[in-house]
Structure formats: structure tokens, C-alpha cells
RNA sequence: CGGUCCGUAGCUCAGCUGGUAGAGCACGUGACUCUUAAUCAUGGGGUCCAGGGUUCGAAUCCCUGCGGACCGACCA
């Protein structure tokens, strides 16, 4: 770590760093120190009447510091909640010594420190349930100053909310703004709410693999990765369907996986290269059967989430209560525009299009229109949620063939706030007619669809074997967490979503300064002037350089040897 | 991939039509035994994202790049 590149306040907290050592107390103590509740409890639970509380032990972050004398205010933060403490020099410290608080607590604690305290609580003249010390541990010193966000009746200042750093930093992100910490706490809580509706049924919650030799199970362009002993191209998966169908095949009556799926392309505020579905697969099931599944689901994640089926969702005020409306694809796409497309071909599909004023390409099947018609003019509206059903067979490929409309599968898709919510299907269990959509697959890839399944013959043959009547559902874990948690993007419902690399360039050592001929005592003004790789002076101006290194020298009263323009010069040229 | 906007102290942000870089919090020093955006006094802190250009002079104007946000395109 080069000295040069910390900012005054981080040199202050090394420097106090090794004030507490030279005091023999350590920073960073091994020894455990032992807590027997939490600031959450005590908020709870406390009575001044029932005087409870009188030998807590707490450990958490020094969020807040007002020191008056011989007493101070400052704020401990826990995984709970925040707390106010109350600290005087008498009753930390020993008469004869003073230490403790006038120096370990008043001048080398910081914000962001983390310390244990034992104390009892009580309710200060003001009325705020405080923690009155009796002992103070330092559990760990932070070395970095974090950033300062004060409140005062519920407004906040100097709010964190700089997006770039609240993700880059998330740890920052969750240490000072609470209500981040609540949304991540939500989505496990959705996801355990999931897991027992599933478990209570007794469906097996299953893995698969993450490493496939062929991707499937979707339409998407995956991420290619290799395998070295195996010298084999492997992707990462886009969807787990087809492995968690083999599994059907294989004998089991329901099985679940929560799965982290990958597909490269783009990122915006609905997308993040990695992500996370459940897919759900029930033997002898169809779609319709899916749909109340569906259904008491989600409602029971809502009523567990929020107690209530109403959801405030941006401006709209969503209602999860069954039973949620029900509508085909093609009654939704007359009822919005008058026009009835299910007899059309593509061509007089593509007319309707352009009517529509609706963009597409030439790589658009019939499926792929409809697909844009009803994404365009339908999804976007439909705001509470609405059962999709029956879609052309063109976009369907695993889907089975509805068992009364022609040209149609039994498919349906859940949509809510204007996005998907869940996409479930009669699975395709005719191993004939699945090769047969395979192949249709293979040839609107021909036509430049780089998103077109291939062909599985493994799954295939699974097929081949007998698979029972399926039902077959998947979740967007994140974009139902958006819905559940009121959160615009993505981002904000993934601890650490997907960024472009910080770039910041590794200082060279002095050395490779020193063998370029510069003096060890300018390293450290070149490195602050941005200079930290030798390298960059390769270019440099000799003559700027010079005036620059001299007008620091002046400027910060370093009295160093101002070297001659010359020998700045032998450097630069010394630099390969 | 296209359009709009943004990048200044640890944090939040000012900085006009170019002329010596500002505030609040945070930090240092001092005062203070019930404060709570604590208060009072005082002090320090900046490659103004990077590189180039225009200019006597650039945080400011222009170009390029990097990073980010939003909207669209693509995409479940």
C-alpha cells in the first residue's frame, strides 16, 4: 500500500490504528465477546417498568459521535437496527486512568469502528431508549471513513445514493441505508415462502447442471465457456427445463430447482447476464392444473411478504388475490385492436405489423409476429395480474399441442406491472413431434434467429423412453422480487449486479522508478501527481514535467532538490 | 448499438457569459456530564474523471476516451 494514494482521513485512522497498539490494546482482537441479545430485542421488548434490560451485551458499528467532556452520545448499529449509547469516563474507566475513554474512545474511534459494549438500558430526558456503558471493547477499527448520512424526522441528508457506488460498494450501500438491508431480507424471505409452498405439496427441490454441453431449455444466446481435460465447449446453462425433465422421465412426480441461469445479452434495468429462476415440474399434470398452482403461490408470497394480497407497486396498487383473470393470446390481441389473427399466415401477419406500425425483420417467423404484436400492444397494459393463454406453435417449441385449438400450444404465460411473471406449459411428451419442432428450430436458425433452440438428441432419446403427462413452470425470481419489494431495476434486487471492471492502475514499486534514474524522494510526488507506473512518463513532455515536479515542490514545501531540466529528461528517455 | 444527461474534498452538492477552487457534513485541535442533523471556537484537506485542442489564461468552451444514469433498440 503506497501512503501517497491515501486520503488525509485514511492516514489519520492508520495512524490511530498504531496509537491503539502502542496503548497495548489490539485492533483486531481474536478473542470472541460474547453477546446475549440484540438492539432489535431490546427495541422490542424493552419496559422501563419491568426495568428489564440491566446486563445487555451488544456488539455492532459506531454509526454516530457526540462527545461532550466527560460523556458522550453515540449510535451502535447491529444486523437488528440502531441504538443510542450512552458513554461516561467514570464508569468505563478506573479513577487513576483515563485512558479508555480521553483517548482510546474520544480520540482513535471512529465512525464505521466496530465495537462490543456491556451496559444497561434505560430512557434518556428526551425519551431515547439508550444503552448506559459500563464496558467498551474495540472489536475492529475501520480504516476507511464511511460516507455520512444524518436523518431528522424521517429526512434524510446527504443521502448514499450515487447508483455506480451504492452496487460497486454494495457493503457500503447495506451499512448505511437500512431499507436496502430490508429488500434483500424480503427476497429470501419470498424465496423460503416458495420453497415450503412447494416442499408442503412434496416436490423435491433438485440440482442440476450449471455446465452444459448443449444449452436449452429457452431462447437465448448463451455463455461459452471450456473444458480442459475434456477438450470440449461447455455453456453455461440459459434454462435447467430439459435436464429437470429427464428427471420427470427418470421417475420423479414433482421436482424444483432454483436455479441461477445465464444468457449473453444485454443489461438494462430488467436484465442482468446472470439470474434466477425457479422451474417447477409436476408429473401428470397439464397447464390448466398449473395455472391454479400458480395462482395460490403467489398469493401466499404476497400474503407472507406483506400480509395482505395488495401490493403498492410504483403508482399502481397491485391485487395477487385469486382468481386472477384468464384470457387467450388471441382474444387479448382482438379485444385490444379488433383485428382477429388467428387464421392469418405470416405474410398477412406481417401486413397487420406494419399496420400497427410494429418493427420487425425479415428472421421473424409466424410466432416471433405474434409475438411482437402482443408485446408491443398488450403487456405493457396489463397491469394486474392476467392469465396468457394458448400461443401460436412457432414460439413454443417445447410445448405440447393444444388439445383443441390447431396451430396453437397449451401454454400460458403470467403477466403483471406490464412484464412477464411466470411462463409454464403442457410439456411436449410426443418424442416425434418434439424432434419435429427441433428441426423447425434448426431452420429458423438457418434464417439468422441466433436465438433458436438446438437439437438435443440426448433429451430426445429421454423422451423416447416415455415421459408422463408434465407440467412444467418457470419463475423470474428477481423480477418477482422488483413486484414484491416496489423496486424499479434489477440492480436493486441483486447484491452485487453485473458492472463494467473498476479500471484503476497497480503502483509500480520504487524500484522501477529507481532504475529509470529517478530519485527515491520524488516517487512519492510523481505517484501523486498520478504517475503510479513508470510507464506513464514514457511519453511525457520533459519540459512540462520538469515545471510540473518544481511547482509541486514549491507548492507543498517539500524542499526537495529541484532536479534539472536535463535529468528529467534522462529519465523519460531511460523508460522503455 | 443510438439519443439525452452526469463525473469538483471521505460523503452530498454549489461554482454564471473563461480570470487565485467553495459550502454543509465528515476530519484535526480546544471547550462542554442527558445530546440527537448536538453546540461553540479554530484549523487542515482537491491530478476539478483522463488525454488532447482553443486561449495570455480552462473546473468552465471544443474534440476523443473511460465510467455511470435515464430513454430507446435488441432481449423474456
Not at 208 to 226: C, D, E, H, N
Not at 351 to 364: F, H, P, S
Amino acid at each position: 500500500m503506497n501512503y501517497t494514494e491515501l486520503s488525509e482521513q485514511e492516514l489519520i485512522r492508520r495512524q490511530a490504528l498504531e496509537e491503539i497498539r502502542k496503548m497495548g490494546i489490539d485492533p483486531y482482537p481474536a478473542a470472541l465477546f460474547e453477546v446475549n441479545t440484540s438492539i432489535e430485542e431490546i427495541r422490542k421488548n424493552f419496559s422501563p417498568e419491568r426495568n428489564n434490560f440491566q446486563e445487555v451485551r451488544l456488539a455492532g458499528r459506531i454509526m454516530s459521535r457526540r462527545i461532550m467532556g466527560s460523556a458522550s452520545f453515540s449510535e451502535i448499529q447491529d444486523a437488528t437496527g440502531r441504538i443510542q449509547l450512552y458513554i461516561r469516563r467514570e464508569d468505563i474507566c478506573p479513577p487513576d486512568n483515563t485512558a479508555l475513554y480521553d483517548t482510546l474512545f474520544k480520540k482513535l474511534l471512529d465512525i464505521g469502528d466496530i465495537i462490543g459494549i456491556s451496559g444497561f438500558a434505560f430512557i434518556t430526558k428526551t425519551g431515547e431508549l439508550s444503552i448506559h456503558v459500563k464496558e467498551l471493547k474495540l472489536l475492529a477499527k475501520s480504516l476507511r471513513p464511511l460516507p455520512i448520512v444524518k436523518e431528522k424526522d424521517g429526512k434524510v441528508f446527504d443521502a448514499f445514493t450515487d447508483p455506480e457506488q451504492r452496487y460497486r460498494q454494495r457493503y457500503v450501500d447495506l451499512i448505511v441505508n437500512p431499507h436496502v438491508r430490508d429488500v434483500f431480507v424480503r427476497r429470501t424471505r419470498l424465496i423460503n415462502s416458495m420453497r415450503e409452498f412447494l416442499n408442503r405439496r412434496g416436490y423435491l427441490e433438485v440440482e442440476t447442471p450449471i455446465l452444459q454441453p448443449l444449452y436449452g431449455g429457452a431462447a437465448a444466446r448463451p455463455f461459452k465457456t471450456y473444458h480442459n481435460t475434456l477438450e470440449q465447449t461447455l455453456y453455461l446453462r440459459i434454462a435447467n427445463e430439459l435436464y429437470l425433465k429427464r428427471l420427470i422421465v427418470g421417475g420423479f412426480d414433482g421436482v424444483y430447482e432454483f436455479s441461477k441461469d445465464f444468457r449473453n445479452e444485454g443489461m438494462d434495468r430488467f436484465h442482468n447476464p446472470e439470474f434466477t429462476q425457479i422451474e417447477l415440474y409436476v408429473a401428470y399434470k397439464d397447464y390448466l392444473w398449473m395455472m391454479d398452482l400458480v395462482e395460490e403461490m403467489i398469493e401466499k408470497v404476497a400474503i407472507d411478504l406483506h400480509g395482505t394480497t395488495q401490493v403498492q407497486v410504483g403508482e399502481h396498487l397491485i391485487d395477487f388475490k385469486r382468481p386472477w383473470k384468464r384470457i387467450t393470446m388471441y382474444e387479448a390481441i382482438k379485444e385490444k385492436t379488433g383485428i382477429d389473427i388467428g387464421e392469418m399466415d405470416e405474410n398477412q401477419l406481417r401486413e397487420v405489423t406494419r399496420k400497427l406500425n410494429i418493427e420487425t425483420d425479415e428472421t421473424m417467423g409466424k410466432g416471433k409476429l405474434i409475438d411482437a404484436i402482443f408485446g408491443e400492444l398488450i403487456e405493457p397494459y396489463l397491469i394486474q395480474p392476467t392469465f396468457i393463454m394458448d400461443y401460436p406453435i412457432e414460439m413454443s417449441p417445447l410445448a405440447k399441442k393444444h388439445r383443441s385449438k390447431p396451430g396453437l400450444v397449451e401454454r400460458f404465460e403470467a403477466i403483471c406491472n406490464g412484464k412477464e411473471l411466470c411462463n409454464a406449459f403442457s410439456e411436449l411428451n410426443d418424442p416425434i413431434d418434439q424432434r419435429a419442432r427441433f428441426e423447425d428450430q434448426l431452420q429458423l436458425g438457418k434464417r439468422g434467429d441466433q436465438e433458436a433452440m438446438v437439437l438435443d438428441e440426448d433429451f430426445l432419446r429421454a423422451l423416447e423412453y416415455g415421459m408422463p403427462p408434465t407440467a412444467g413452470l418457470g419463475i423470474g425470481i428477481d423480477r418477482l422480487t422488483m413486484i414484491m419489494t416496489n423496486q424499479p431495476s434489477i440492480q436493486d434486487v441483486l447484491f452485487f449486479p453485473q458492472m463494467r471492471p473498476e479500471k484503476k492502475a497497480v503502483a509500480d514499486p520504487v524500484e522501477k522508478y529507481t532504475e529509470a534514474g529517478i530519485p527515491e524522494a520524488w516517487v512519492p510526488v510523481l505517484q501523486k501527481m498520478g504517475f503510479v507506473q513508470v510507464s506513464m512518463l514514457k511519453n511525457l513532455n520533459p519540459n512540462k514535467l520538469h515545471q510540473d515536479l518544481c511547482g509541486y515542490n514549491k507548492k507543498n514545501k517539500l524542499s526537495l532538490p529541484n532536479p534539472k531540466p536535463e535529468e528529467v529528461k534522462e529519465w523519460i528517455g531511460k523508460i522503455k
